[in-house]
């Protein structure tokens, strides 16, 4: 079976950019015009395994890092509406849940092509890299839709909806798939990831930070685990092994420069272009993707309907913490930030996407947008090892990642210590959507143990929010510890109103799959 016969069908349901009359034109088409996949070229292929979209505006829109102003600013399009106001949204275009799904299962269908290569000649060992590249990015994507299409994984697993687990080259027409449970995705990106380590030869690549070298795919399994919570907690065990495997014994060695970045310049994309350096020992992973979220993101008048604010920033990148506080004359953080400077200011941001475009036609001054997302980093890893730490009870230890981080990002000097966490987040009020503060109600899968142990947990998360504003995990926090989240409408006279609100217990928090795999028969996630 040729490249295309079998790649097409792999798609699972790519909806509109390929319709079924187009197949099945598509499959008419001589053998001899398709591309067979070989050793030769299975490495071209691979490219194709990794996403060509990354959920970044999904993740950031759906979270608390985002509030709604006035209509006189406006919104970058409907999708940015929607996706604020938790909508089932019908949009289908650049960084929409639709390009998110076809955009995975595309690479996923990629790498089954090179699996299907590997196995019909028999497994060789030569061949035995390409096998755990393509395992990787077999479990990457299926791990990014089903952080997004399903719940956080919980108690509730074995009977809450999965996605389906594309593990082969489908080679008919119109089929029909199950969405299993989450239990089963969950267990089967595991059996990939443990298969597929083991195989990878990093002195393979050209350009490794592109590729899932052995420490990208650890980091992967830490983040996997974090979210793969178990009752007794085993998987926390599991997150400091992987962890420590990439960060050593002296993590801050390989943390980003944040006081080099600072010292840059804000304007443009200087910022955002030292942020994801290949040379960065910060950056494991980078990805290239088809995007505008630099724009909606970054220091342009564009989506500023909803918006990372100012009233947003004093819980972010302007916020106090135990590390010391924000004040513009002595700001406590080595970065800045850009603010536009309306009435009524819409957008406080960190540089770190830059917008870059490749001109179509420039008479028409039409433009494909890309983004590069540092996928995987150093400094995320350190706080999901810290995070891990706490969960297990050694506070001493989470404690240790947290000043490691905050020597890298703050100009602190004095370190904290246990009883200076507990202090600082123990006069703190939780968190109300007119009252903000940085400490939310958490109500993760497991009883928090005591006082000591939330509030180390707060100010692992607080860093975090900080650290990958813009990059879309503050949403995989706020699904896995329960945090509530609303909307919030900042009007002209400086008051607030709340719009909507987010429990735990929403089903909005599985995004709905989208409308054209619905159409074609897959069971939707509910709704209340």
Known sequence: MKLYNKYIWGLLFMGASVGFTGCNDFLDVMPDQRTEVTPDN???????????????EIFEMYSDNTDAYPNRFSEMDMLQGDLFWWKDTSQNGTDSPAFLWESCYHAIAAANQ????????????????????????????????????????????????????????????????????????????????????????????????????????YALAARFYLNYTQPDLSNYDKVIDYATRVLGDNPSVNLRNWEAIGKLSVNGDVQPNEYIDVESPANILLISYHSYWGYVSGP????????????????????????????????VYYTDVWSNSSALPTKVVSMKVAQYKQVIDPVAGTINGYCVNAALTMDELLLSRAEAYAVKQ????????????????????????????????????????????????????????SDVQENILHAVLQARRITTLYEGLRWLDIKRFGITIYRRFMRDDGKIDIMDMMKADDERRAIQLPSDVITAGMKPNPRN
């Not at 299975?42 to 970044?56: K, Q, R, T």
């Open 42 to 56: 299975a490495d071209y292929l691979l490219v194709s395994a990794y996403p060509n979209c990354m959920p970044l």
């Open 114 to 217: 090179v699996l299907d290569m590997v196995e019909r000649n028999g497994n060789p060992a030569n061949l035995a890299s390409l096998k755990g590249e393509a395992l990787l990015c077999r479990a990457f994507n299926h791990f990014v839709l089903a952080t997004t299409f399903c719940k956080a994984y919980s108690q509730s697993a074995e009977t809450d909806l999965g996605i389906p687990y594309m593990t082969y080259l489908e080679t008919t027409v119109s089929p029909s798939y199950e969405r299993g449970t989450l239990k089963e995705t969950y267990e089967m990106i595991e059996k990939d990831l443990l298969e597929g380590i083991p195989l990878l030869d990093d002195s393979r690549y050209k350009q490794a930070k592109y590729h899932f070298t052995r420490n990208a795919a």
């Open 300 to 331: 342009y008048g564009l989506g500023e309907r909803y918006a990372h604010g100012p009233k947003l920033s004093y819980e972010t990148n302007r916020s106090n913490g135990p590390w010391g506080n924000y004040d513009p004359s002595h700001n």
């Open 394 to 449: 050694d506070y001493e230890s989470a404690v240790a990642d947290l000043n490691a981080w905050m020597f890298a990002y703050t100009n602190q000097e004095t370190p904290m210590t246990v009883e200076s966490i507990n202090n600082f987040y123990g006069r703190l009020a939780y968190y109300q959507p007119l009252q903000p503060t940085v400490k939310k109600e958490l109500h993760p899968q497991f009883a928090l143990v």
